[in-house]
């Protein structure tokens, strides 16, 4: 298997482990970061700038679902560039930056940080979903090697 497609499976691997963790969550804890409403806010502005009309309601929820799928896979896929003695430190430092960077950039990006900083709760919450999504994604490149 070529070594593109063996980390672009890891990267997928990591963002379904990761929407996995994440509606589970959200289904048992009102605590659960919301990373899906930041998504929505995110992907409403992005097409409205470049002047098309947003989706809403569950056209919304699937556009925004996908576009996360397609960009956190294309983002953990870069775990599997380098060797194998340090994948999952790569994994858990993708994953790492990842969390870090959602709640710290969504202010920055013009928005609404709530739904993943309400408590310091949520706030590690989202860090650690992105770590084991990191993570993942370096298993699973590893285990295709």
């Given at each position: 298997?070529?070594?593109?497609?063996?980390?672009?499976l890891g990267g997928i691997t990591g963002a379904v482990?990761?929407?996995?963790?994440?509606?589970?969550?959200?289904?048992?804890?009102?605590?659960?970061?919301?990373?899906?409403?930041?998504?929505?806010?995110?992907?409403?502005?992005?097409?409205?700038?470049?002047?098309?009309?947003?989706?809403?309601?569950?056209?919304?929820?699937?556009?925004?679902?996908?576009?996360?799928?397609?960009?956190?896979?294309?983002?953990?896929?870069?775990?599997?560039?380098?060797?194998?003695?340090?994948?999952?430190?790569?994994?858990?430092?993708?994953?790492?930056?990842?969390?870090?960077?959602?709640?710290?950039?969504?202010?920055?990006?013009?928005?609404?940080?709530?739904?993943?900083?309400?408590?310091?709760?949520?706030?590690?919450?989202?860090?650690?979903?992105?770590?084991?999504?990191?993570?993942?994604?370096?298993?699973?490149?590893?285990?295709?090697?």
């Open positions: 298997m070529k070594p593109e497609i063996r980390n672009i482990v990761l929407n996995i963790i994440h509606e589970v969550a959200k289904r048992v804890s009102h605590k659960a970061p919301r990373i899906d409403m930041l998504g929505e806010e995110a992907f409403t502005k992005t097409v409205e700038a470049v002047g098309i009309e947003a989706p809403t309601g569950d056209a919304l929820t699937v556009s925004t679902f996908i576009a996360d799928l397609a960009s956190n896979a294309g983002y953990y896929a870069m775990i599997g560039k380098g060797d194998n003695d340090n994948i999952l430190i790569r994994g858990a430092g993708y994953g790492l930056m990842a969390g870090l960077g959602a709640i710290g950039l969504a202010k920055p990006l013009g928005l609404d940080e709530r739904p993943i900083t309400k408590t310091g709760e949520t706030k590690v919450l989202t860090v650690a979903w992105y770590l084991l999504g990191g993570l993942a994604a370096a298993l699973a490149i590893k285990s295709l090697r």
